[in-house]
């Protein structure tokens, strides 16, 4: 997708602080951190949110939560906990139009989101 900041991301258009990348995904940390470790894993090609995901791309989302697995490990929240956010669409707040998971860590997480 030309004007999508994620996809430009990925081209390396746009910087980014990258913390994981492998030829399916790119994990990255936030520009607008909510939380002393927040990052964002998304797939290389363009998917517009969890709405578009069916059987021919599915698999993508098994391998992000892998990728998550490592890097909460190598950052060290592993065993304290973290949240994993996907939202989706104009009532669950998406902004950017490009499928991604928000890892979220380092401190104690509320509930309910707002
Ligand atoms: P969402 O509201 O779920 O669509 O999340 C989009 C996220 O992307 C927000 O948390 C933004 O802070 C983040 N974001 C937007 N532009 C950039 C960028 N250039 N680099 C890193 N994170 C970004
Ligand atoms: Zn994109």
């Keep these: 997708m030309n004007d999508c900041i994620f996809c430009k991301i990925i081209k390396g258009e746009i910087p980014s602080l990258k913390i994981y990348e492998d030829d399916k995904v790119l994990a990255f940390k936030d520009i607008n951190p909510e939380a002393p470790v927040h990052f964002l894993v ?14 021919n791309n599915m698999a993508i989302v098994s391998h992000i ?5 490592k890097l909460t490990k190598e950052l060290n ?27 979220l860590g380092g401190r104690d997480m509320k509930w309910p989101p707002g």
């Excluded at 998304?42 to 059987?55: F, G, R, T």
């Design 42 to 55: 998304i797939p290389k090609i363009h998917i517009e949110s969890a709405n578009y995901l069916d059987e």
């Design 65 to 69: 939560f892998k990728v998550i697995q």
């Design 77 to 103: 929240i592993s065993e304290e906990g973290y949240r994993i956010v996907n939202n989706c669409g104009e009532n669950g707040g998406q902004t950017v139009k490009h499928l991604h998971f928000h890892v």
